[in-house]
Structures are given as C-alpha cells and as structure tokens.
C-alpha cells in the first residue's frame, strides 16, 4: 500500500465535547459505548495508546472491520452507539446497512464522530468529512510541507515532520492545563467549509505550511497561500 502516513492523524472530531469534557451520564454505561471501525485489525495495537485512553476514562469501544457484513448503528429505531470512531480510511463502502447517510444520521442524532484520515483516504471517507464541514487535499500525493516549523532531526529530510503548536484557545475543547510541548505531526491537511460556521479549527499549521508532494519540486509562485488545519472540531448544531 505504500508508505502509510496514518501513525500521525489528521482527526475531524464532531460533536466530540461529551469525550473531551467526560460529560456521559456515569449512570448508565450505556452512555459510553463506542463503535471503532477500522481498515486493519492491527490498529488496535498500533494505535493503542490512543485507545487505552478512551477505555481509561470508562468508555466502552467495540472494534469491528469497517467492510463487516453485519455492521449496524441502529436496531429497531434504537441508536446501538453514543459514539463512532473512523480508523479506516481506505474504506470504499462500509458493511452492513452503514452507508455515509447513516453515518450524517448519526451525527445529526447528537452522537459523537471522530474521522481518523491519511494519504489512502477513499471518496467515501472525504465526503464525509465535507458534509462536515472540512475538506482534504484531493492530491493523494500530497503532504503537509513547513520549511519553518518543522521538527529537528539529525538528517535534513523533507520538512513534512511538523512541530503544531498554533492551537485554539478553548478550555472547553481542550481543558483548562495548557498543553506545553509541541504536537508533532506529519500527514494530509484539511480547509475549512468558510460557509460552513460550526466547524472549528483546534491545531492548525504555521502560515508558512503548504501542501504539495515532497517528492517533487515545487516552484513558489505556483504555491497557493492557504491556512492549513491538522485537527478540527465541528458542532452538529
């Protein structure tokens, strides 16, 4: 498949505050059950650090492959799920009765969505992060490239190992402790649906960052000057 970029996510999170804020009823378990559907099996491993954090704060998380057959989010007119997780990018059509309407059903139910994407996302996987509000790079090739805020290495290399520090103000979304060191990041970026006021950026790329494939010269004047987000956040209203 190709070098995989997808260790650093680019993350559209919607309606994500119940996660950040834990504000799930303790009561009912119910409350915190999470579908994680995924490309490979091995991410619960890969990324498990990630997901420890989840289960570390009481939620519940079902991992099923994204194409599973007998995938549902709902059963008898009754949400199975307060939340759904996406770490399968290369997805073309899920299994089941899951199909990108049902995933907008469930976001404008009120529950929770976080989309993990990399440079093998599919048309699927992008239209629904635009119905969202954002959208990807639609060069597959393409990576975030900083020639200022980059992470130091012992070899030159290609500038696409960003250091993002440039995050929203929001004590809200991200707590009220600063985050002090700087997030590392190397993957595909994302704009903003100007039209679109529910979505907000969380950790953007420096004014300098472009998108282009590093393996290619790039001549300047042919660089379209935009801002660059790695993580958004978007509210389903």
């Known amino acids: 498949m190709g070098r995989n970029y997808f260790t650093i996510l680019t993350v559209l999170s919607v309606t994500l505050l119940p ?7 303790t009561d009912s378990p119910t409350d915190r059950r999470l579908l994680v ?4 099996l091995s991410l619960k491993s890969s990324h498990s650090i990630f997901f420890n954090s989840l289960k570390s704060r009481g939620f519940d998380l079902d991992f ?35 199909d990108l309407a049902a995933v907008l059903d469930f976001v404008d139910s ?6 993990a994407a990399d440079s093998s996302s599919s048309d699927l996987i992008k239209s629904v992060a635009t119905e969202c509000g954002v959208d990807f790079d639609e060069d597959p090739s393409a990576l975030v490239i900083d020639h200022k805020s980059y992470a130091v ?32 990041f190397q993957g595909i970026a994302h704009s903003l649906n100007a039209a679109n006021t529910l979505v907000l950026k969380v950790l953007s790329a420096s004014p300098l960052a472009y998108s282009a494939n590093p393996k290619l010269q790039i001549v300047k004047s042919s660089i379209i000057n935009w801002i660059f987000h790695l993580i958004s956040f978007s509210s389903a209203g």
């Open 153 to 184: 290495a012992e070899t030159e290399g290609d500038h696409t190992l960003l250091a993002a520090d440039d995050f929203i103000e929001s004590d809200v979304l991200l707590g009220k402790k600063k985050i002090e060191a700087p997030v590392l």
């Open 19 to 25: 996660i950040l804020s834990l504000s799930f009823s």
């Open 37 to 40: 559907l995924l490309d490979d």
């Open 110 to 115: 009120g529950h929770d969505l976080i989309i």
């Open 64 to 98: 099923k492959l994204a194409d599973d057959p007998k995938l549902a989010l709902q059963r008898y007119g009754q949400y199975l799920y307060d939340g759904l997780i996406l770490f399968s990018p290369s997805i073309e059509r899920f299994g089941g009765v899951v």
